[in-house]
T-cell receptor, first 112, second 115 residues
Framework: DAKTTQPPSMDCAEGRAANLPCNHS???????VYWYRQIHSQGPQYIIH???NNETNEMASLIITEDRKSSTLILPHATLRDTAVYYC?????????????FGQGTTLQVKP | DGGITQSPKYLFRKEGQNVTLSCEQN?????MYWYRQDPGQGLRLIYY???????QKGDIAEGYSVSREKKESFPLTVTSAQKNPTAFYLC???????FGTGELFFGEGSRLTVL
C-alpha cells in the first residue's frame, strides 16, 4: 500500500472551510484514498473515500488531483466538534484483506 | 459505533497476567480487525479475520492471540509475552463493498494499563 504524507497540524477558524492536504505520490491505479478522523480517546470515524473522481457526502468533500498523487479533504463549515486527528490512507481496492495502514495524521484544531 | 461493543473500556493488569479483550458486533459483517494505538501515534494492525474460523497476523502480532469461533465475536488475548502491552486497543469491522472497498467501523476502544 502506498505511503501518505500529511502535515502534522493545522488550525482553522470556526465556520470557515478546513482544507486538509495529503500527498500520495506513489499511489497505484487500483488504490483508493480513504479519510478517517479520531476525536480524542474515541475510535476512528470513517469520513469518505474515492478512487479518481471527486466525492461528496454529508460530512465532507474529497478532491483528488488528476494525476492522483495528492488529495484534499474539505470540511465546508468547520465547527469546534471537528477538532480531531485526520488520517489519509490509501489502499489497494482489489485486495481482499481490507487492511488499512494508519500514519500519524493531521491534528486539526478548530478555533472560535 | 452502536453496532460494535468493546469491553471492558478500561482494564488494569499486573505484569505476567494474560488478559482478554472482547469485541462483539451485530452488523453481520464478515471481516473484523484489531488495532493498537500508543499515545500520539497512529494505529497498528495486530490481527484480522475475514471469515469465521480464519484469521491472519497483522504487523505486530507477537504477544497476542485471537479466535474467531462466531461471526459476531473476535476476542483478543494480550499474553504475558507482549513486552509493552499498555495501549489503547481498537476493534473494527469492514463493510462489504465492490473490490473490498468498504470502510471500517470502529468500536470505542479498550484502554489497557499494565501496573
Amino acid at each position: 500500500d502506498a505511503k501518505t504524507t500529511q502535515p502534522p497540524s493545522m488550525d482553522c477558524a470556526e465556520g470557515r472551510a478546513a482544507n486538509l492536504p495529503c500527498n500520495h505520490s506513489t499511489i497505484s491505479g487500483n488504490e483508493y484514498v480513504y479519510w478517517y478522523r479520531q476525536i480524542h480517546s474515541q475510535g476512528p470515524q470513517y469520513i469518505i473515500h474515492g478512487l479518481k473522481n471527486n466525492e461528496t457526502n454529508e460530512m465532507a468533500s474529497l478532491i483528488i488531483t488528476e494525476d492522483r498523487k495528492s488529495s484534499t479533504l474539505i470540511l465546508p463549515h468547520a465547527t469546534l466538534r471537528d477538532t480531531a486527528v485526520y488520517y489519509c490512507i490509501v489502499r489497494d481496492g482489489s485486495s481482499n484483506t481490507g487492511k488499512l495502514i494508519f500514519g500519524q495524521g493531521t491534528t486539526l484544531q478548530v478555533k472560535p | 459505533d452502536g453496532g460494535i461493543t468493546q469491553s471492558p473500556k478500561y482494564l488494569f493488569r499486573k505484569e505476567g497476567q494474560n488478559v482478554t479483550l472482547s469485541c462483539e458486533q451485530n452488523l453481520n459483517h464478515d471481516a473484523m480487525y484489531w488495532y493498537r494505538q500508543d499515545p500520539g501515534q497512529g494505529l497498528r494492525l495486530i490481527y484480522y479475520s475475514q471469515i469465521v474460523n480464519d484469521f491472519q497476523k497483522g504487523d505486530i502480532a507477537e504477544g497476542y492471540s485471537v479466535s474467531r469461533e462466531k461471526k459476531e465475536s473476535f476476542p483478543l488475548t494480550v499474553t504475558s509475552a507482549q513486552k509493552n502491552p499498555t495501549a489503547f486497543y481498537l476493534c473494527a469491522v469492514r463493510t462489504s463493498g465492490r473490490f473490498g472497498t468498504g470502510e471500517l467501523f470502529f468500536g470505542e476502544g479498550s484502554r489497557l494499563t499494565v501496573l
